[in-house]
């Protein structure tokens, strides 16, 4: 092949690193760890549903019955929504909707990877606000440069992956406020923050686009359901450069039945976030590690020393964890989604050790 039939924009892009996983307990891609197979009335409502269920048949284009659902779930109208293969699917429209090759794209970092990525593949310019001491946002920076550029689109991942960071909904407000163009907020986490969220505020503001995804706190990550919420015209506009029957059938199927049980979720969400605040205040007592502050299901760690013989001492364990090597930005670091007591109590035995 020629290289110079491959875009240019992305000639020199590297794929996306999926780490091969050969542990038992995989806690590096904030995961749930709760099977929703495992309550039985969803086992059996997805049974019964399979009796009428005809594979032979294109999905609903718009995702009808589900997008009723989610609309219901965030309390909005169902033009409000659009959903897809994940999140990382609905920040590839969303990014395709609206750059042109040249705009501007803010974002706060460090940050999810998708969205540089994406505005990149584009050819628009991506412009970062570095995160102040502890990785907490820098919001007098991020105004100012939301003045100073008026970006296209301006990101806020809010928790932020991979930090756990959580900004005020009224800080966003301003930011919405200062914007006269597109402001994005990755809300794939809100579940474990439980507050903040700004997702009521599409009412207010028509340049407000959130976005939401059933992998993280309904556990739903290998079905692929993400959805962005937003004002009608910027959904119809989204809806464009979708792919006619982009969602699979099974997967509407499925993401309905999962949202009717949401409250059982919630309780294992609710496990998770007081399973966090225990790991938290056990890792803080550790010497030579710090431990940042999270909103999310998963805590951002990092060393002064032995970064990648803890990384190995867990594997020999059977636990994966996220490790970011050679990172200007997130020196010594790991990221670690928060599953159970048990693996848990292994992941500190381990970080007491080799710290010791
Ligand atoms: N946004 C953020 C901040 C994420 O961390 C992720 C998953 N890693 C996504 C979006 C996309 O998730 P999914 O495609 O599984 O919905």
Redesign the pocket.
Known sequence: MKTEWIRKTIQNFEPYFVAPIAEKNVIN??ENYFNVLSIPAVKQELIEALDTFKPQIYPKPMADDLRKALAEYVDLKPENIICG???????TYLLGTFLNPGDKLLVHSP??D?YELGAETLGAQTIKVKDLAGYRRDKEGLLAAVKKYQPKITVI?NP??PTGDLLPASFIEVVLKAADNLVFV?E??MEFAQKESVISLIRQYPNLIV?R????AFGL?GM???YLAADQEIINAIAKIKAPYNLNAFTQLFAQIVLRHKEELFKVRDDIVEERKRLFDELVKIPGLTVYPSCTNFLLVQVESKHEEIFKALKEKDILVKIYRNSAELPNAYRISVTTKEVDDTLLEVFRKELS
């Not at 293969?85 to 920040?91: R, V």
């Not at 995804?213 to 993280?216: F, H």
């Open positions: 891609a904030n293969n994940g999140g990382d699917e609905m920040i940050t999810f998708m991942c932020n992956n990755d794939a986490y976005l995804t059933l992998s993280k990550a692929r359901c993400g």
